[in-house]
């Protein structure tokens, strides 16, 4: 049901770098990449803006981001430990997420706002967030995942893998071993309207809340 990129190597294979990589108005594709150890200081964080999110990759108003292939280990940052991104496009394949820590919401992958993301047979793995969405907060924009395997992941609050607030599409996925306050994997909610939500052949074993 589920394919996991065995093929990826958990060893460094290119020397880690804390350079942020900014997109705005754009498009950018990392292939076959590690994005490791990235941090974005969080002196004078008390909002979540750009200077504060993704600690690898922040993506800003049109841009796009194509990911395959990848690993982003070890990456912080008050938002989106790895992956932030404000009315952008991004899409992820065959990559893995590991231990990456958002002091606040995303511990891997943060929506700032009615930004759009697609993840397909993808790993996320111990993943942490200090307040929602263990692996992923999104904040009025849609997630479609397929084929991707979360484990393991944390928050304190809400969604220990997901926390989401609009249209969500999880399909032949798993979430096991997650934690959080409320919504041990996932964590849905809307303040204005009904968004539209499936999950279809999902596996949920051992979260916790």
């Known amino acids: 049901m589920i394919t996991i990129p065995t093929h990826i190597s958990t060893k460094r294979r290119r020397k880690a770098t804390s350079v942020q990589f900014q997109v705005s108005t754009s498009s950018m594709s990392l292939d076959d990449a590690i994005r490791g150890e990235g941090a974005v200081p969080l002196d004078d964080c008390d909002e979540p803006h750009s200077t504060c999110a993704g600690g690898a990759i922040w993506v800003d108003s049109t841009g796009e ?10 990456n912080t940052a008050y938002n989106g430990g790895a992956i932030a991104y404000w009315y ?8 893995v997420f590991e231990h990456n820590v958002a002091a606040y919401d995303g511990g891997a992958l943060h929506d700032l706002k009615y930004g759009d993301v697609i993840i397909d047979r993808t790993l996320f793995a111990r993943n942490t967030a200090g ?38 599409g999880v399909y032949d996925s798993a979430f096991t071993d997650n934690t959080a306050g409320m919504g041990g994997a996932v964590y849905h909610y809307a303040y204005y309207w009904t968004p539209t939500t499936a999950f279809e ?7 916790v809340a």
């Open 131 to 168: 307040y929602e969405g263990g692996v992923l907060y999104s904040n009025y924009g849609a997630v479609t995942c397929r084929q991707c395997n979360f484990t393991r992941n944390t928050a304190d609050i809400r969604g220990g893998a997901l926390s989401t607030r609009y249209d969500a």
């Open 201 to 207: 052949r999902v596996l949920f074993e051992r979260n």
């Open 88 to 95: 952008g496009w991004v899409e992820i394949t065959r990559s």
């Open 65 to 74: 981001v194509y990911v395959s292939d990848c690993v982003f280990r070890n």
